[in-house]
């Protein structure tokens, strides 16, 4: 069973909640529009889903409601912040309009944002990004329970780890490439987990380390206390990007690797390194410009392999979930919403479906 919900109750009821567990009213709005577009684009991994987390954090102590991004470096072009533990919802969009505007002033700008709360879809931040006409790339470390074994490895040594990528096209839709360099993300097994769905093979390992289906695995304790863990993609290769990104999300923006055993803390702590580069700047725009749009036409030329309807690029089937989720409202399985009503009601925020 499910409910379906316009956009726009969803970002009422997701704000009152946060709000309730203790931020502004203008965070609080902040935050549940940046969940909202995570549904509408297709992402409930990263929307209001997280809401739950969210209140069990701050009542931990571990999110700070309220904390802003704070300036520890500002040498030009290469600038970094420490997110406080806010939401990195709002953090991170205070690290990114800096970065920004820097990198439209002096062509490039690198920010290591470190010890954001959980930054949501980074997809968002390079649509910021691509809509000033820029170019960014983003690495990203997860210091929560491990859930990703490492190539070869047997249990969960490092968080979901996503890299992005967004590229600006002339006068089309921009390239916006987000991935988790699991197999899957965290949040989708959640998600069906919640919704009782086996997943597909190659995704997990179980609590010894043995091939399963069973999301629960990587979400509720196993027998004897365990977690499963999920699978890298493209084995070594998505393992050594993953890689990449704890040593400049983690290590680099000073936020921190994870190398120590689990907890049962709430809070989803992220580092992110960020580099901006203003194509218009670079000396090879007009080039740039030409040769991005006549090679994604050329792959469109492609024809459509059996079961698919044509070749897409990164951004599209946001773009197109945007559309018709805005239109016919965003699906929350029962089991998601009652635990969003439950974590309102820790805080005071009495929700109705």
Known sequence: MSVTLSAQSLRRDAARVIEAAGSAAAEAAKVADNLVLANLSGHDSHGVGMIPR?????????????????????AGPLIAMDGNRGYGQVVGEQAMERAIARAVELGSCVVALANAHHLGRIGHFAEMAVARGLVSIH???????????????????????????GIPLAG???FVLDFATSR???????VAHNERRQVDPGYLIDEKGLPTTDPAVVVVPQPGGFFGALMPFGEHKGYGMAVACELLGGALTGSGT???????????INGMFTILVDPR??????????????????LKQSPAAPAFEGVRIAGEPERAAREARARDGIVIDDHTWAEIVSAGAKVGAALGA
């Open 54 to 74: 969210y209140v069990e954090a701050v009542l931990e102590g571990g999110l700070k409601p309220n904390a802003s991004a704070e300036v520890k470096l500002d």
């Open 139 to 165: 690495f990203v470390n997860v210091l929560s329970r491990p859930v990703v074994a490492p190539w070869g490895g047997g249990d969960g040594r490092y968080g979901t780890n996503p890299f992005c990528a």
């Open 172 to 174: 089309r839709e921009p």
């Open 184 to 190: 899957v993300a965290q949040g989708k097994m959640r």
């Open 258 to 268: 994870w190398h120590r055993p689990a907890d049962n803390a709430r809070a989803v």
């Open 281 to 298: 700047k670079l000396g090879t725009y007009a080039s740039f410009e030409a040769e991005a749009l006549a090679f994604v036409d050329w």
